[in-house]
């Protein structure tokens, strides 16, 4: 399971299928479903997003949530996009309380269907604002759609105690393309200026394996 919380919104909880796997193609998607969620609720999206998340290589800090975050700003989806890896000790965060919670409670009872488990999450995750459960059943292929406009970015994915980057910003420049930049942090906590990286100045490929068929999803999401 995965979860959005959205800061003034609410939470949203995604339960995943083992079958479906797992990384940035999972964690993008249930990005882009809350977006996606918003819109259709005409919420605003704001100029600037900006997203928290685990300091985990595998789902969240590498290359493909820096190109999705990227896209959003080249779409003009937002002016600015950013993303921060939670230091350790983020474990008392709200989002992180949640999920914690969630499985002291849902190891209390037998759960014999899916919707009985949706059902539950959707109980148990009241005190957190919980606005929906979805259920899965594909995920969108972010890895193939950025693979052929994108090169490799490297030297952010260290542990979180030696020297890295953890905070990364995302914007056009005077040109139109998307910049990067992130600071990188050391043992000592210290801060060298930002390097900035231009990312890629135009997807013109076919996104038809990305198409959300929502009706109602206002077009400024769409892709």
């Given at each position: 399971m995965m979860g959005v919380m959205v800061a003034g919104k609410g939470m949203y909880a995604y339960l995943v299928r083992a079958g479906l796997g797992g990384g940035s193609n999972l964690a993008c998607t249930c990005?882009?479903?809350?977006?996606?969620?918003?819109?259709q609720q005409k919420q605003p999206i704001g100029a600037h997003i900006n997203v928290l998340l685990d300091n985990t290589g595998?789902?969240?800090?590498?290359?493909?949530?820096?190109?999705?975050?990227?896209?959003?700003?080249q779409r003009g989806v937002?002016?600015?996009?950013?993303?921060?890896?939670?230091?350790?000790g983020h474990t008392y965060t709200e989002l992180d309380q949640s999920f914690s919670t969630l499985l002291t409670q849902m190891g209390q009872v037998a759960m014999y269907t899916v919707k009985d488990m949706m059902d539950r999450i959707y109980q148990y995750l009241q005190p957190y604002d919980c606005r929906d459960v979805e259920d899965l059943h594909c995920l969108w292929d972010w890895k193939a759609f950025f693979a052929p406009h994108t090169g490799t970015l490297q030297g952010f994915g260290t542990n979180?105690?030696?020297?890295?980057?953890?905070?990364?910003?995302?914007?056009?420049?005077?040109?139109g393309q998307v910049m990067s930049a992130s600071p990188r942090r050391t043992?000592?906590?210290?801060?060298?200026?930002?390097t900035y990286a231009c990312l890629f100045v135009n997807i013109g490929a076919s996104l038809d394996c990305l198409l959300y068929t929502s009706d109602a999803a206002d077009d400024s999401l769409r892709v």
């Amino acid at each position: 399971m995965m979860g959005v919380m959205v800061a003034g919104k609410g939470m949203y909880a995604y339960l995943v299928r083992a079958g479906l796997g797992g990384g940035s193609n999972l964690a993008c998607t249930c990005l882009y479903l809350t977006l996606l969620e918003l819109v259709q609720q005409k919420q605003p999206i704001g100029a600037h997003i900006n997203v928290l998340l685990d300091n985990t290589g595998a789902e969240n800090k590498n290359n493909y949530m820096i190109y999705f975050l990227a896209w959003l700003v080249q779409r003009g989806v937002c002016d600015e996009a950013s993303f921060f890896c939670m230091m350790v000790g983020h474990t008392y965060t709200e989002l992180d309380q949640s999920f914690s919670t969630l499985l002291t409670q849902m190891g209390q009872v037998a759960m014999y269907t899916v919707k009985d488990m949706m059902d539950r999450i959707y109980q148990y995750l009241q005190p957190y604002d919980c606005r929906d459960v979805e259920d899965l059943h594909c995920l969108w292929d972010w890895k193939a759609f950025f693979a052929p406009h994108t090169g490799t970015l490297q030297g952010f994915g260290t542990n979180q105690f030696g020297s890295g980057m953890h905070e990364f910003l995302l914007r056009k420049d005077r040109n139109g393309q998307v910049m990067s930049a992130s600071p990188r942090r050391t043992q000592h906590a210290r801060t060298t200026p930002c390097t900035y990286a231009c990312l890629f100045v135009n997807i013109g490929a076919s996104l038809d394996c990305l198409l959300y068929t929502s009706d109602a999803a206002d077009d400024s999401l769409r892709v």
